[in-house]
């Protein structure tokens, strides 16, 4: 599986050129750290990573590009944090879906229902992004393909009310899955973030927390400016999980590295095509893989 993300597991050109430079070199840790941002991580983190080497008394040991690329690979793979958020039993269970316009959420939400669909679960969507009218049709238009109920009040409508009806429904009927959309933009931030606070207490007052799960779908071709999407959804409602869509599009981590590190979320799951079958659990060797194949060049 991903086997493009593997390829290249020999040191590239970049850890060559770092070996030979030696750790003492000034010149080393420099190109190290451009290195690391060039492929999407955060300056503060190449540093960091960057100070990891300088301070290991191992480094200057290192007798190999080998060995110099596998101390790198470590320090990145230390960083990486990754969840599992399948349902794991058979309770009812309610998967918020959050993220900006455009990003893949839609798609997402139709991959993770066909995933837990042929995983023998009953799954339904609540169309909670009211605020566009073509986001309810898109996501009919998914239910209708996947045969599933689809919880849906039109344009206008209030989000929450939409979501209610979707959790006393499978409430009744038990063993359900809730998979509700939400919206990616309003007038202004603060707007989204209380309406979306508003969804998150009536969905409190309706499950307990195990059963309720906030995932926000990250594009993973944004680069940087997806650290600041995330943080605004982790400071409004405390994120589970992310889905890093787009994967195929282009195959960086360096977004996911610096998410994980700074703010503490992991990652669930990869979009990787267009596809209902298109997504996989967050596998963190191949993430560290394609960040050091980003930075080797
Ligand atoms: N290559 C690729 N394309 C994807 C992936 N996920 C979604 N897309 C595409 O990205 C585009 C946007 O996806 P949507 O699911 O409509 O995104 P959304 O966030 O719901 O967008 P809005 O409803 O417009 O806010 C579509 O053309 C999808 O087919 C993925 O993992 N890989």
Avoid: C
């Avoid at 030696?22 to 010149?27: F, K, L, V």
């Avoid at 300088?54 to 470590?74: C, H, I, M, Y």
């Amino acid at each position: 599986m991903f086997k493009w993300f593997r390829k290249k597991q020999k040191p590239g050109g970049l850890i060559r050129r770092l070996f030979q430079l030696g750790p003492h070199s000034e010149g080393f840790y420099e190109k190290l750290e451009d290195a690391l941002i060039e492929a999407d991580i955060k300056a503060s983190i190449a540093m960091e990573i960057s100070d990891e080497l300088r301070n290991s008394s191992q480094a200057g040991k290192l007798s190999s590009p080998e060995e110099l690329r596998s101390f790198v690979r470590d320090v990145i793979s230390q960083m990486i944090l990754t969840v599992n958020l399948d349902p794991e039993n058979n309770d009812n269970a309610i998967y918020l879906v959050l993220g900006v316009n455009g990003v893949g959420k839609t798609t997402s939400m139709a991959k993770l229902a066909r995933r837990w669909l042929d995983a023998g679960r009953s799954v339904s969507f609540a169309a909670g992004d009211t605020f566009r009218a073509a986001a309810v049709d898109q996501l009919a238009v998914h239910a209708g393909r996947l045969g599933i109920k689809i919880f849906q009040q039109g344009q206008g409508a209030d989000p929450s009310a939409v979501i209610f009806d979707g959790l006393e429904s499978i409430k009744a009927k038990g063993e359900g899955i809730l998979l509700a959309d939400t919206a990616g933009r309003m007038h202004n931030k603060s707007q989204l973030v209380k309406e979306l606070q508003k969804i998150d207490r009536v969905i409190r007052s309706k499950v307990d927390d195990p059963s309720y799960r906030r995932i926000l779908v990250i594009d993973a071709t944004t680069g940087q400016n997806g650290i600041q999407q995330a943080e605004v959804f982790h400071q409004a409602l405390g994120i589970d999980g992310i889905i890093l869509s787009k994967y195929d599009s282009r195959a960086r981590g360096g977004l996911a590295l610096s998410i994980s590190r700074t703010l503490g979320i992991p990652f669930a799951y990869m979009g990787t095509g267009e596809g209902y079958g298109d997504i996989s659990p967050m596998d963190p060797e191949a993430l560290v893989e394609s960040i050091m194949s980003a930075i080797e060049g």
